[in-house]
């Protein structure tokens, strides 16, 4: 499945992009704010990453920017903890490369996921953020998540322990099926 926005190409993942995936994600600064990027993040960790199989209902994109094709992130959603059998409510996740960051390539990457993910017939995505990033936060607050008011640990592979994240949630209609359909 592939996306184009104004400014991105959101594509699969495919196992020769190992290498770019390791240029973005190995920076410590990025792989602290992920729950389940290993760090130090290694090459093995990219090609089993890049290898792993293509889910159409829960799809994983590289973003690329669409004027060069220069990979700049990945975003997805899947199920969350006990739910990989069920079809129930979906968890959005991203990371942009640090030279990236501020330039809207988030959001922009969010928007295109929120109307793949309606299209497919996911009806919530949840989302959440270390309370130490809030950058992330207004990320999903621009893409329509709201906060449920609760606080959880969460295991980080990155740190290597558990830090308290918000949790946000997003209620989809037709809204962004729509938006695409119009497009």
């Known amino acids: 499945m592939f996306h184009r926005s104004q400014r ?9 992009d190992w290498q770019d995936l ?64 069920d079809f129930g409510v979906q968890e959005l996740g991203y990371w942009i490369a640090r030279p990236h960051w501020g330039q809207g390539y988030a959001t922009e990457a969010g928007r295109a996921v929120l109307e793949i ?20 936060g207004k990320v999903l607050r621009k893409l329509g998540f709201e906060p449920t008011g609760t606080t959880q640990e969460r295991w980080s592979c990155g740190r290597g322990s558990h830090a308290p994240t918000a949790v946000y ?8 099926a729509g938006q695409q359909r119009a497009a």
């Open 8 to 16: 991105l190409l959101l594509r699969p993942i495919w196992p020769e």
């Open 22 to 85: 390791l240029a973005g994600i190995a920076d410590e600064a990025v792989v602290r704010n992920l729950a389940n990027a290993p760090w130090p993040y290694r090459e093995q960790d990219a090609r089993d990453f890049a290898a792993k199989p293509l889910d159409p209902r829960r799809p994983r994109f590289m973003i690329t920017r669409a004027a060069d094709a220069q990979a700049i992130g990945c975003i997805g959603f899947g199920p969350m903890g006990d739910a990989a059998n």
């Open 117 to 136: 993910a309606a299209i497919l017939g996911h009806r919530e995505l949840v989302a959440s953020h270390f309370l130490d990033n809030p950058a992330s």
């Open 169 to 176: 949630r997003r209620v989809l209609g037709s809204a962004e």
